[in-house]
C-alpha cells in the first residue's frame, strides 16, 4: 500500500456531472483493494457469509445456478459502472476468479460503461409497455 500512496503516476483527474474537476490518485487503487479484501476471511468455510469479496460473490452466485448454465455464466462476468475506472480492475479480477474455478472464464469490461444503467433506462422509458408501469403520486 505504501507504494501506491506515493505514486504519483496513477493520479488521474476526473470531471463531474456539475463541471467540477476531481484529483484522485492513491484513493482509485486503495478503494479497488476493498473489493479483493480477504481479512478475517476463513476462505475454507463455505457456511461462513459474514463477508464475501468480490471474486468469492462472484463465485457463490455462480455456482448457486444450475450447473448446465455454468459454462456460459463463467465466461459472460460483466463489469459495468464507477467500478470499471479502477485501473487493473478487470486484470485483478481475472487472475482472483481464475484461483476459484476451474471454468474457463471471462470477464468483460467496457470503460465507457458508467452510463449504462442510464441508458438501459432511456431505452426501456421509451418502451410503449413500460409507460403502462409508472407510478404517479
Known amino acids: 500500500f505504501e507504494k501506491l500512496i506515493r505514486e504519483p503516476s496513477i493520479a488521474r483527474t476526473y470531471a463531474l456531472p456539475t ?3 476531481l484529483l484522485l490518485s492513491s484513493e482509485m487503487s486503495l478503494f479497488g483493494e476493498l473489493l479483493f479484501a480477504v481479512d478475517d476471511i476463513d476462505e475454507d468455510d463455505e457456511e ?7 471474486p468469492m460473490a462472484i463465485n457463490k452466485v455462480i455456482n448457486s445456478c444450475d450447473k448446465e448454465h455454468h ?7 460483466i463489469l459495468n459502472g464507477g467500478l470499471t475506472l479502477i485501473p487493473g480492475l ?3 479480477l481475472q487472475r482472483e476468479i481464475n484461483k476459484l474455478t476451474d471454468h ?3 470477464i468483460h469490461c ?3 460503461s458508467i452510463d449504462f444503467a442510464w441508458r438501459g433506462a432511456a431505452i426501456a422509458s421509451k418502451l410503449p409497455s413500460f409507460s403502462k ?5
Request: glycine share 4%; aromatic share 12%.
Open 104 to 106: 474457463p472464464t471471462r
Open 19 to 21: 463541471g467540477e474537476r
Open 48 to 54: 461462513d457469509e459474514t463477508f464475501l469479496n468480490l
Open 110 to 112: 467496457d470503460q465507457n
Open 71 to 77: 459454462n456460459t455464466l463463467w465466461l459472460n462476468i
Open 90 to 92: 478487470q486484470n485483478r
Open 133 to 137: 408501469k409508472w407510478s404517479q403520486y
